[in-house]
């Protein structure tokens, strides 16, 4: 079975800064991959950034960067350089190779950002 | 290059009537997804086709749920009789071949509200 986890039901970050967004996962499937997700009020998932199971190097799209810490089975996002249209709910998620590839989602953290 | 599209946006239903939601995937897509959102949880998907076949659906209420995708191409998700507990956010997906690396792109929802 996969799990996923995020402990941060809701953060508020200052405008300009980064913000990291804490994602735990635990699967038994060998290959796997990882997703971020963000959600704004308008109801929409918008896919962020993925990163395999296999990758050497963590993945980064623009301001978003993953930090992969497969021993640790963490999988947490960075936003640098907070924007207020950041402000949203972002969900972490996982496909297993062996869970019928079914994406399996954490609750979410809303992350607020201040002026 | 259009995105997934579903409809309605909203709806309103006394509990034990009907109600049924429509999706488009993203042109060529093989594999469409249909995920329910409860308020303050992550997506949870519903059924998983494959063309117009069933992938996955173990998490599909069969009693009152039911979906079809006739020519692998738009979606229907239907329920019957509805229920107050089935009041959230239906969100379709799709992505290319429904491997475990590939992204899935997700529409806008539609937001049930059973009373």
């Known amino acids: 079975a996969q799990k996923i986890t995020q402990t941060q039901p809701g953060m508020f970050v200052q405008e300009k800064e980064a913000v990291t967004l804490d994602c735990t996962y635990d699967t038994s499937d060998p290959s796997y991959g990882l997703f971020w997700y963000k959600q704004p009020s308008s109801g929409e998932m918008i896919f962020l950034i993925y990163?395999?199971?296999?990758?050497?190097q963590n993945a980064t799209e623009g301001r978003y960067s993953l930090n992969f810490q497969k021993a640790r089975k963490s999988a947490n996002l960075v936003i640098s350089a907070s924007q207020l249209g950041d402000s949203a709910m972002y969900f972490c998620?996982?496909?297993?190779?062996?869970?019928?590839?079914?994406?399996?989602f954490g609750g979410g953290t809303r992350l607020m950002v201040k002026p | 290059e259009a995105g997934v599209a579903q409809s309605p946006r909203y709806k309103i239903i006394e509990k034990r009537q009907s109600v049924a939601f429509w999706c488009n995937p993203i042109?060529?897509?093989?594999?469409l997804y249909w995920y329910q959102q409860i308020l303050g949880q992550g997506p949870k998907l519903l059924i998983q086709f494959q063309n117009n076949g069933v992938v996955d659906d173990s998490q599909l209420p069969k009693d009152r749920f039911s979906a079809e995708r006739l020519k692998g191409v738009d979606s229907t998700l239907k329920i019957q009789p509805a229920k107050l507990e089935d009041s959230a956010v239906y969100l379709c997906?799709?992505?290319?071949?429904?491997?475990?690396?590939?992204?899935?792109?997700f529409g806008p929802g539609t937001r049930l509200l059973v009373l």
């Open positions: 042109s060529g897509h093989a594999t």
């Open positions: 990163q395999g199971s296999y990758d050497q």
């Open positions: 998620a996982m496909r297993g190779n062996n869970a019928g590839n079914m994406l399996t």
């Open positions: 997906a799709s992505s290319l071949g429904g491997r475990s690396q590939e992204t899935q792109y």
